[in-house]
């Protein structure tokens, strides 16, 4: 039997989707699109992965608990083709999958998006339904998962005036809206995975306003409705969440149940999406609790909501404990070795017998699929090396700890999984 994503409707579960596993909705989807098309609570901006397995799923259990009764709406600034091709064929819902500490696969229907929008001027309804959420009292919160760099400020957008191209450009601009509307209260929540994220936020929306104001587009008091913490609120938070891209593993898995448009999709700008969602189980969000105008009942679904100290203490604790948890046990057992040097739970210097033979480098190199990557780093061994030991220091890992910034912030050219060069 073929099953699709788009047939699960109120009163139409098909018994197939929980005999293979599946946890359904168990709140009516109809009702719940209905109320928050009438009374919307909360907008998220950036509808990629990360999104859908946490933030929507938390919102998912929250509706399943018969406590809430309203859904998010998720728009797209950046790549429009994600809505076209993983949003809207399949009625908003999406399919996550979690791999359990006991190697069981958890398999859950995600039914709590209820439309999907692209934030931009030139897609005239989605725009024009974006204005109208932005100035109804009900909205409570919007939010973003749109990487770090997302948050930038462009010269050159701010000499577009009221119709920026940049996410934070047309996020100002709904806030004008809203500030039209009344001088709404509003929490502007950053989710990315970024040191004290909700100042980003709040510094480029600053940024936006001021300009506008300088210019003579919009009145003095619109900057002080964005500055005033009783009116627009920027708290932070803490996430931690592994959704790597759409595995084929878990494709096949769902294809062999029988699930129909299960093929990852590669859009023009590389994003690489699909109707499903895999990621691990382990799952953190710390939220500074300051709402002006109330908030979604996150806390019902596991989200922690607290004060900015304890918000900073957690960011702290993943930074220097938890982000490399396999380094930080490895380092206290070479500390009674006398090789390494931790400093606040994070290892910063590392001492050992260096590997010295160009064969044997270029060997362990090409096994993992390295060699071109580290062809510049073999080249100091090539016309032979003597035996030699030493010690590394983590002059970025010392500035992050000193300054209580993450890795990406203290380095110019971050490395990571996926970049060694330059």
């Known amino acids: 039997m073929i099953m699709k994503l788009s047939d699960i409707k109120n009163g139409n579960l ?146 577009r005036g009221l119709t920026p191209v940049l996410a934070m450009g047309k996020v100002t601009a709904l806030l004008y809206e809203r500030f039209k509307a009344g001088k709404l209260p509003l929490t502007v929540q950053s989710m990315d995975n970024c040191s004290h994220n909700g100042d980003k936020v709040k510094t480029a929306v600053h940024a936006y306003a001021a300009k506008w104001v300088e210019q003579g587009l919009v009145p003095a008091e619109f900057l002080a409705y964005v500055q005033d913490e009783t009116k627009i609120t920027f708290p932070w938070s803490m996430i931690d969440k592994i959704t790597p891209r759409p595995h084929k593993i878990v494709e096949e898995s769902l294809e062999k149940d029988g699930i129909e448009g299960m093929t990852p999709i590669v859009t023009s700008k590389n994003t690489f999406i699909a109707a499903f969602v895999n990621a691990e189980r382990p799952q953190y969000l710390v939220v500074e609790d300051k709402f002006p105008n109330g908030r979604p009942a996150l806390e019902r679904a596991g989200v922690y909501m607290t004060d900015r100290e304890t918000v900073n203490k957690t960011e702290r604790m993943k930074v220097t404990t938890c982000l490399n948890p396999l380094h930080t046990a490895m380092s206290v057992y070479g500390c009674m070795l006398g090789y390494d040097l931790i400093w606040r739970g994070c290892e910063i210097t590392t001492g050992a017998i260096r590997e010295h033979r160009y064969d044997v480098l270029k060997k362990q190199a090409d096994e993992k699929g390295l060699g071109e990557d580290v062809a510049f780093y073999l080249q100091f061994f090539r016309y032979g090396c003597p035996p030699h030991g030493g010690f590394g220091l983590g002059l970025d890992r010392l500035t992050m700890l000193f300054l209580g910034l993450s890795i990406k912030e203290v380095q110019f050219l971050f490395r990571g999984p996926n970049r060694l060069t330059p």
């Open 14 to 159: 098909s018994a197939e989707w929980a005999e293979k596993g599946y946890e359904l909705p168990k709140f009516d989807i109809e009702a719940v699109k209905a109320k928050t098309h009438a009374e919307p609570t909360w907008v998220h901006f950036g509808a990629g992965n990360i999104f859908r397995a946490f933030p929507a799923a938390v919102l998912n259990d929250a509706l399943n608990s018969g406590k809430y009764d309203r859904g998010v709406i998720v728009a797209e600034s950046f790549d429009y083709e994600i809505i076209d091709k993983a949003y809207q064929p399949y009625d908003n819902l999406s399919l996550l999958v979690c791999l359990k500490s006991t190697g069981e696969i958890e398999k859950k229907v995600i039914a709590s998006v209820t439309e999907s929008l692209k934030a931009d001027y030139s897609f005239g309804a989605d725009w024009a339904r974006l204005v109208e959420i932005f100035q109804n009292p009900s909205l409570q919160m919007i939010s973003f998962t749109i990487t770090e760099k997302g948050y930038g400020v462009a010269p050159a957008d701010l000499e």
